[in-house]
C-alpha cells in the first residue's frame, strides 16, 4: 500500500472552479439557479466537514454505545425519510413492519457481517462498522421503499383479484400469492443491477476511495465483494419482512380486505 | 324448517338495517331491490366479505359466522360478485386456480364438460379468457364457483349480461342444483319474471331495509 495522496488547502479550493464554471454555464444559459447550485455545494461542504469532524471523534471514542447510537440514529433517518414519502398511504401496522423490516433486516446482516465476514476487533469497531452500516442502510431503504409501494400499488391496483379469490375460497396468502413474489423480484432488482455492472459499467465509489487511499487494486475488490454480499443479505431479508408481514397488514383477522388507511 | 343463514340486529354503516331474517336451507332465494338498497352488502355479510361493526349476528346453519374459520366459511359458502373476475390464461386454468385457491382436486373432465355444455360453454376449455364475452365470462364464474360443488351459492345477478335464453339456462340449473342435499342459493337479480318462477322466497329490499318477503313455498316440497 502506498501512501495517501493528501490534498493540500489551496487545492482543495482549486476543486471548486468547477461550481463556479457551472455558476457561468447557468447565467449563460439564463437558468436563475445560480443559487439553487450554490446552496448545494455550500451544504455538501459543510455537511461534509461536520460528518469528518463527527466521525473523528467517534473513530477516536471506540465505545459500543457510540456506535450503536449512530446505528439507531441512521436507521432512524432512513425510517423517516419512508415515512415521507407514504404520508397518509400506508396504514399505522404497515408501518411497524417497515419499521422492524428497518431494524432487524439491517442489524442482523450487519452483525454477522463485521462478527463472521470482517472479524474487526472489537466487531463495533466504528471505523468499519459505520461506513458499512451507512451502505447497508441505505440500500435496504432503497429496497423497502420499492417493496412498500410496490405491495400498496398491488393492493390498490388488483383488489378485484385478490377479493375473487377470497371468495373462491383462498387464504389472503393464496390470494395474493404471485402478486408477492413478483414484489420481491422487483423491489431487489436495483442491487441485482449494481452486482451485474459492477467493475464494467461503473467502479464503485467505495472502491475508487480505497484505490485513491493508496490501497491495491486487489484488496480493494475483497472489500467490495464481501460490502456488495453484506447489501445483498441485507436488502433480501429487509424486502422479505416487508411482503411476508406487509400484506397482512391488507387484510383483517377475519381475513378481509381492508382499506389502506384504516 | 333448518335455516341455512339466520340474521338478528343486523346494522351495518348507513347500508343495511334488518331486524330478523331466516333463510331457508334447500331454497332458492331470491333477493331483489333497486340500485343501493343494500343488496350487494347483505351477499357479502353472509360470505363474510365484510362483517358488521355496529351490532348484529349473522348465523350459519345455527353457528355464528365469527366462531367460525374465515377461509373454512367461504369454501362452503362460495361468492360470485356481479362483475366476477376472470383470471388471465385459459378456462381450463380459471378453474384449476378456483380449485387451488379452495384447495380441492379438480374433477374429472367429463364433469367439467358436462357443465360447460350445460351453461352454454361447449368446447371452452381451452379458450383464452381474454376472447370471451361478458355473458360468457359470467356463466364460466358460474361453472367454477359450481364444480367447487359448495354447500351454499351466493350469487350477485348472476343473469345481468345474459340474453333471455342463457338467462333462463342458468336459472334453471341452480333451480335443479339447489335440490340436490344440502344445497342452498341466495341470489340477488333484477330478472323478475324469471325469479318470480324459479325462487321458493323473494326479498325485497329498499334503502337497506325489509320491505316485503314473499314466501312462496316450502323449499322441502
Not at chain 1, 405491495?151 to 383488489?159: I, M, W
Request: glycine fraction near 6%.
Amino acid at each position: 500500500m502506498t501512501d495517501l495522496l493528501a490534498i493540500e488547502p489551496w487545492r482543495l479550493a482549486a476543486s471548486y472552479l468547477f461550481l463556479i464554471l457551472l455558476l457561468i454555464m447557468s447565467q449563460l444559459l439564463k437558468l436563475r439557479r445560480g443559487k439553487e447550485f450554490l446552496v448545494a455545494a455550500v451544504r455538501m461542504t459543510l455537511q461534509l466537514v461536520m460528518v469528518g469532524y463527527i466521525l473523528e471523534f467517534v473513530f477516536s471514542q471506540r465505545h459500543i454505545l457510540v456506535t450503536l447510537t449512530i446505528m439507531f440514529f441512521m436507521q432512524s433517518f432512513a425510517l423517516v425519510t419512508i415515512f415521507s414519502r407514504f404520508k397518509g398511504k400506508i396504514n399505522p401496522r404497515m408501518k411497524k413492519v417497515v419499521a422492524l423490516a428497518m431494524f432487524i433486516g439491517t442489524s442482523v446482516p450487519l452483525a454477522y457481517f463485521m462478527i463472521v465476514v470482517i472479524a474487526a476487533n472489537p466487531w463495533y469497531e466504528p471505523r468499519f462498522f459505520i461506513p458499512i452500516a451507512g451502505m447497508t442502510i441505505g440500500n435496504s431503504m432503497t429496497g423497502i421503499t420499492l417493496g412498500t409501494e410496490r405491495l400498496a400499488q398491488v393492493f390498490q391496483t388488483s383488489r378485484a383479484r385478490i377479493e375473487e379469490a377470497l371468495m373462491l375460497g383462498a387464504t389472503p396468502q393464496l390470494a395474493v400469492g404471485d402478486f408477492l413474489s413478483d414484489t420481491f423480484s422487483a423491489a431487489i432488482i436495483p442491487t441485482i443491477n449494481a452486482m451485474l455492472g459492477m467493475g464494467i459499467i461503473f467502479i464503485p465509489g467505495m472502491m475508487t476511495g480505497q484505490i485513491l487511499a493508496g490501497a491495491s487494486p486487489l484488496d480493494a475488490i475483497k472489500y467490495q465483494i464481501v460490502i456488495m454480499m453484506g447489501i445483498l443479505g441485507s436488502v433480501a431479508l429487509a424486502v422479505f419482512l416487508i411482503i411476508q408481514l406487509g400484506y397482512r397488514t391488507f387484510f383483517n383477522e377475519r381475513a378481509q380486505l381492508i382499506n389502506n388507511q384504516e | 324448517m333448518q335455516a341455512v343463514f339466520s340474521l338478528t340486529k343486523i346494522s351495518y354503516r348507513q347500508i343495511l338495517a334488518i331486524p330478523a331474517l331466516e333463510i331457508p336451507a334447500g331454497s332458492l332465494y331470491g333477493i331483489t331491490g333497486k340500485s343501493g338498497s343494500g343488496k350487494t352488502t347483505l351477499l357479502k355479510l353472509l360470505n363474510n366479505l365484510i362483517s358488521c361493526e355496529q351490532s348484529g349476528n349473522v348465523f350459519y346453519y345455527g353457528q355464528n359466522v365469527l366462531t367460525i374459520d374465515p377461509v373454512s366459511l367461504r369454501r362452503r359458502v362460495v361468492m360470485i360478485p356481479q362483475s366476477p373476475y376472470i383470471f388471465p390464461g385459459t378456462v381450463r386454468e380459471n378453474i384449476r386456480l378456483a380449485f387451488h385457491f379452495n384447495r380441492k382436486e379438480v374433477p374429472r373432465q367429463d364433469v367439467i364438460d358436462n357443465l360447460l355444455d350445460q351453461l352454454d360453454l361447449p368446447g371452452f376449455m381451452d379458450k383464452d379468457t381474454f376472447n370471451l364475452s361478458g355473458g360468457e365470462k359470467q356463466r364460466l364464474a358460474l361453472v367454477r364457483a359450481v364444480l367447487l360443488d359448495p354447500e351454499t351459492l351466493l350469487l350477485d345477478e348472476p343473469t345481468a349480461a345474459l340474453d333471455d335464453e342463457n338467462a333462463t339456462a342458468v336459472v334453471s340449473h341452480l333451480a335443479q342444483w339447489v335440490r340436490k342435499p344440502g344445497k342452498s342459493v341466495v341470489m340477488i337479480t333484477h330478472a323478475g319474471a324469471l325469479i318470480s318462477e324459479y325462487a321458493d322466497a323473494i326479498l325485497n329490499l329498499a334503502r337497506g331495509r325489509i320491505r316485503s318477503l314473499d314466501e312462496r313455498r316450502d323449499s322441502n316440497d
